[in-house]
Antibody, heavy 119, light 107 residues
């Protein structure tokens, strides 16, 4: 069935970087955007950006433009999100999700990856 | 970015009740409005897209309406499995997707 499987939880120190992976299966990886959305503990959903797995083109949210790098490996059907210069308020669950290339209706989500930033 | 404001932030109801959640956009988003349901410890799930279209498998007791800047999600005949947090999301500005702050529906 269609699914997005994310990498496991991670703990990082302030100032470090984290890279989260998202492996797609059950559908054509290059036919859908992959979005990254995060959720701090007890908080709402925050969109970080998207990547077009077909072209590799990215659209990061303005807030994260300087710190987020989204990439993909089409041979592995996997997307990656790297967030640099981590701070304590980056502690959150990071979700990957997909939408059709012609819109932003997010119809499939990964289970999320908890990233904890702590000294 | 387009700001999305939901009300109320939380809501208490009982099984069998009818409830309505409101979502307001800071500018017209026409009908580019989607609703998601999230249960504790789980990923969000698409519930309603383009204002009023139910995602496959979503019961008919979920009803979405609105256009422009004002939207509602109504849930009739509340069931136990409906108690969750609901988020609206605008997909008009695809380079700056934004969500409402969420509405927690409690028993």
């Amino acid at each position: 069935q269609e699914q997005l499987v994310q990498s496991g939880a991670d703990v990082k120190k302030p100032g470090a970087s984290v890279k989260v992976s998202c492996k797609a299966s059950g559908y054509t990886f290059t036919g859908y955007y992959i979005h990254w959305v995060r959720q701090a503990p007890g908080q709402g959903l925050e969109w970080m950006g998207r990547i077009n797995p077909n072209s590799g083109g990215t659209d990061p949210a303005q807030k994260f433009q300087d710190r987020v790098t989204m990439t993909r490996d089409t041979s592995l059907n996997t997307a990656y999100m790297e967030l640099s210069s981590l701070r304590s308020d980056d502690t959150a669950v990071y979700f990957c999700a997909r939408s059709p290339l012609f819109g932003a209706i997010i119809d499939l989500w990964g289970r999320g990856t908890l990233v904890t930033v702590s000294s | 970015d387009i700001q999305m404001t939901q009300s109320p932030s939380s809501l208490s109801a009982s099984v069998g009740d009818r409830v309505t959640i409101t979502c307001r956009a800071s500018q017209s988003i026409f009908t580019y409005l989607n609703w998601y349901q999230q249960k504790p410890g789980k990923a969000p799930e698409l519930l309603v897209y383009a204002v009023s279209n139910l995602q496959s498998g979503v019961p008919l007791r979920f009803i979405g309406s609105g256009s422009g800047t004002d939207f509602t999600l109504t849930i009739t005949n509340l069931q136990l499995q409906d108690f969750a947090t609901y988020y609206c999301q605008q997909s008009f500005n695809t380079l700056g997707i934004t969500f409402g702050q969420g509405t927690r529906l409690e028993i």
